[in-house]
T-cell receptor, first 117, second 114 residues
Framework: EAGVTQFPSHSVIEKGQTVTLRCDPI?????LYWYRRVMGKEIKFLLH????????ESGMPNNRFLAERTGGTYSTLKVQPAELEDSGVYFC???????????????FGQGTRLTVV | KQEVTQIPAALSVPEGENLVLNCSFT??????LQWFRQDPGKGLTSLLL?????REQTSGRLNASLDKSSGRSTLYIAASQPGDSATYLC?????????????FGTGTRLQVTL
């Protein structure tokens, strides 16, 4: 079974440019999460989709960040325009929607390392 | 606001030693706690998940315990090996059901030397 996959693995862009990150969750997982780790800090929650709906976007830092999950499958996270402080590793995770004990376990992708210069 | 702290931040041990990693959280009303490992340049690999009603979980050489009332969890690694070198993260989840967000600690960077 394929795990959570993220594209690209690395991205280096200039300040002011736009970048779009993509996440393909595990097939059948209704829950999809975006997290971010900036240098020296802990991994922090950005937002949570249940299928195509945004369940919780309380962690989104500002309106330069736009997440979508069309059709409840893959998700994209767009940063426009990018700023220096957006640099970090962006993780995507997915899980089943039903509370079946271990089934709520979140599975993470390898992350996208974003560097804004 | 839930805060998760991991001590120590870094640890170096010789191969074969048993070791304990610590995780503490400020809000004891958690639903479950998950331990992850992260290898450099890689994603997070789930190691163990402990429900709030459980005291411990075991997988191979790993044993995680949970004392919810005191806001603490430990990850015990027996007979450490160089392949165990990685960053270990604990994360707590507050709400049940549709699987709410995880709140992470900053991690413990473990190095197991030959």
């Amino acid at each position: 079974e394929a795990g959570v996959t993220q594209f690209p693995s690395h991205s280096v862009i200039e300040k002011g440019q736009t970048v779009t990150l993509r996440c393909d969750p595990i097939s059948g997982h209704d829950n999809l999460y975006w997290y971010r780790r900036v240098m020296g800090k802990e991994i922090k929650f950005l937002l949570h989709f249940v299928k195509e709906s945004k369940q919780d976007e309380s962690g989104m830092p500002n309106n330069r960040f736009l997440a979508e999950r069309t059709g409840g499958t893959y998700s994209t996270l767009k940063v426009q325009p990018a700023e220096l402080e957006d640099s970090g590793v962006y993780f995507c995770a997915s899980s089943f929607s039903r509370d079946r004990g271990r089934k709520t376990e979140a599975f993470f992708g390898q992350g996208t390392r974003l560097t804004v210069v | 606001k839930q805060e998760v702290t991991q001590i120590p931040a870094a640890l170096s041990v010789p191969e074969g030693e048993n070791l304990v990693l610590n995780c503490s959280f400020t809000d004891s009303a958690i639903y479950n706690l998950q331990w992850f490992r992260q290898d450099p340049g890689k994603g997070l690999t789930s190691l163990l998940l402990i429900q709030s009603s459980q005291r411990e979980q075991t997988s191979g050489r790993l044993n995680a315990s949970l004392d919810k009332s005191s806001g603490r969890s430990t990850l015990y690694i027996a007979a450490s090996q160089p392949g165990d070198s990685a960053t270990y993260l604990c994360a707590v989840r507050l709400y049940p059901g549709t699987a709410s967000k995880l709140t992470f600690g900053t991690g413990t960077r473990l190095q197991v030397t030959l």
